[in-house]
């Protein structure tokens, strides 16, 4: 079945930048969708189709996309963008990844 | 405004059964997909399956076929998710949530998510 891979956790200092991958065999040809879910909070879509961002999502979350690698990248972090974050894709079926916990130190 | 409100939180035992919805508004409830996504207790985002309400096309997930079933009433823009036989291991928080496009079930990422219904399943 297919998967997609994230790293469990990523630390970073408030103004840092944070980047988290996600990898998958098929994501050189299906688009990555990014989530951000905080406690207790329903989904919120923050990046699609690799790298673009939905009305209302603030500038310094951006995506990006190398062969089997895509990247949410988190510039300048506040504490309030501390929350999982999940990649999404698909290869005939629709898979998230596993997660990743982004702490601001 | 785009909405998607789900039921409410269920308390069951093992061995019943369960029919959970979510309805839609503020869009053409027949021309977009609705997923189901499942979250145990502290673990992370689980796609089930999807349907389409305009013919209800529905896909299942490998790891959820057969142990729910996926339906939708276009007359009254409802989604729903059902089990025939409910499990401890099936307590969780279920969300339904509507892609941002009209496209393929598997092109697009989910930009509407209802609320969630926590469904809690103990003897």
């Known amino acids: 079945s297919y998967e997609l891979t994230q790293p469990p956790s990523v630390s970073v200092s408030p103004g840092q930048t944070a980047r988290i991958t996600c990898s998958g065999d098929?994501?050189?040809?299906?688009?990555a969708y990014w989530y951000q879910q905080k406690p207790g909070q329903a989904p919120v879509l923050v990046i699609y189709?690799?790298?673009e961002r939905p009305s209302g999502i603030p500038e310094r979350f951006s995506g990006s996309s190398s062969g089997t690698t895509v990247t949410l990248t988190i510039s300048g972090v506040q504490a309030e963008d501390e929350a999982d974050y999940y990649c999404?894709?698909?290869?005939?079926?629709?898979?998230f990844g596993g997660g990743t916990k982004l702490t601001v130190l | 405004e785009v909405q998607l409100v789900q039921s409410g939180a269920e308390v069951k035992k093992p061995g019943e059964s369960l029919k959970i919805s979510c309805k839609g508004s503020?869009?053409?409830?027949?021309?977009?997909?609705i997923g189901w996504v499942r979250q145990m207790p502290g673990k992370g985002l689980e796609w089930m399956g999807i349907?389409?309400?305009?013919?209800?096309?529905?896909r299942y997930s490998p790891s959820f076929q057969g142990q729910v079933t996926i339906s939708a009433d276009k007359s009254i823009s409802t989604a729903y998710l059902q089990w025939s036989s409910l499990k401890a291991s099936d307590t969780a928080m279920y969300y339904c949530?509507?892609?941002?496009?009209?496209?393929?079930?598997?092109?697009?990422?989910?930009?509407?998510w209802g609320q969630g219904t926590l469904v809690t399943v103990s003897s």
């Open positions: 949530a509507r892609p941002w496009a009209a496209l393929a079930y598997d092109s697009s990422g989910y930009l509407y």
């Open positions: 503020g869009y053409s409830f027949t021309s977009y997909w």
């Open positions: 349907i389409y309400p305009g013919d209800s096309d529905t």
């Open positions: 098929a994501l050189p040809k299906q688009y």
């Open positions: 189709k690799d790298s």
């Open positions: 999404q894709s698909a290869d005939s079926i629709v898979v």
